[in-house]
């Protein structure tokens, strides 16, 4: 029984890549709505991405990173997808406030 409660807890590389996944878009999106409501330009919104999420992107990057390694990737092209993965995220971010702040809403 115990062995059983253990490998429960025991989270596999993708379910822990979905885990901080979900913590870094929520810091993104939280920032994404502080900067609407200080009428930042998109221009400012971008260029604070990477000093924002520190934490949750490194969480994250590192996750990605150990799921591609399981996987048999090397350890360059692990990060070379990590680092494309974030830069998404940042991209895709970035046009959602470009968006928002063009039309002048917020996400619903």
């Known amino acids: 029984m115990t062995t059983i409660v253990l490998a429960m807890m025991v989270q596999t590389p993708s379910a822990t890549v979905d885990r901080t996944r979900v913590a870094f878009t929520k810091?993104?999106?939280?920032?994404?709505?502080?900067?609407?409501?200080?009428?930042?330009?998109?221009?400012?919104?971008?260029?604070g991405l990477k000093s924002i999420c520190t934490a949750e992107r490194g969480a994250f990057h590192a996750a990605v990173i150990a799921l591609n390694r399981a996987s048999g990737d090397s350890t360059a092209d692990a990060?070379?997808?990590?680092?494309?993965?974030?830069?998404?995220?940042?991209?895709?971010?970035?046009?959602?406030?470009?968006?928002?702040?063009?039309?002048?809403?917020?996400?619903?």
């Not at 900067?35 to 260029?47: A, I, Q, R, Y």
């Not at 974030?86 to 619903?108: I, L, M, W």
């Open 79 to 108: 990060t070379e997808n990590a680092d494309l993965q974030v830069e998404d995220y940042h991209a895709n971010f970035s046009e959602k406030f470009k968006d928002y702040s063009d039309t002048g809403t917020r996400p619903g």
């Open 27 to 47: 810091c993104l999106n939280t920032h994404m709505l502080k900067s609407l409501d200080d009428k930042k330009s998109p221009t400012e919104f971008e260029m």
